[in-house]
């Protein structure tokens, strides 16, 4: 038979461009306010990882900095400075200088094989690899297992395997926020939520 089986999405597929912000809210008193936006921003996954909210764990999800707080504290509520990531990511990334995803395609610098293992594409690629941990036994091992369970997933129980890779359920309401200011309105029409509310969400993503 054949050879193995295409999933499609890519579970584990970096953008081959640079991640442009669809929000721009600004003025909340404290970071933890921008929650809501940043998941939508990022697609309900962790930037550098990939996990998906959807996918069985007990990570959490955390707010990080991409210029530490403690170098700039000026950036602290600043929206271009903080990203949406799980647990493990942000505890490896702590104050480690990364690789800004808004600024370069992690996609080019990295790639993820069928057996779980990611290799560095170039010298960014091995920075953002070093300064995550991505290629350790832990992030390898989950990977490797999430693809072959979702590899069969796609050919055996299409309706798991959407689930798995659909939106969550509890699309924040971006709308229903109301910021103290917002540099990008239109990003709010163009929201998860909106597109579920006017039938447009797509069906995987």
């Known amino acids: 038979m054949g050879g193995p089986v295409k999933i499609e999405p890519n579970p584990f597929a970096y953008a081959l461009i640079p991640h442009r912000r669809r929000h721009g809210p600004f003025g909340y008193e404290h970071y933890e306010r921008y929650r809501p936006w940043l998941r939508d921003e990022f697609c309900f996954r962790c930037v550098f990882c990939l996990y998906r909210e959807q996918w069985p764990s007990t990570q959490t999800w955390e707010i990080d ?20 990531l799980c647990r493990r990511c942000n505890g490896n990334k702590s104050d480690k200088v990364v690789p800004d995803p808004c600024r370069i395609a992690l996609g080019r610098c990295v790639q993820v094989y069928d057996d779980g293992q990611i290799i560095p594409l170039n010298r960014t690629g091995r920075l953002l690899i070093k300064a995550l941990r991505l290629d350790n036994q832990a992030y390898t091992k989950m990977r490797e297992q999430l693809i072959g369970i979702l590899r069969t997933l796609a050919v055996h129980d299409k309706k798991r395997f959407a689930s798995l890779m659909c939106f969550p ?34 069906g995987m993503y």
């Open 65 to 84: 900095h991409l210029h530490p707080i403690a170098k700039h504290a000026d950036r602290e509520k600043d929206y271009e400075n903080l990203l949406d």
């Open 169 to 202: 359920n509890d699309l924040p309401d971006l709308a229903s926020l109301n910021p103290p200011g917002n540099t990008k309105p239109e990003g709010v029409m163009n929201s998860f939520h909106a597109l579920r509310s006017r039938g447009e969400l797509p």
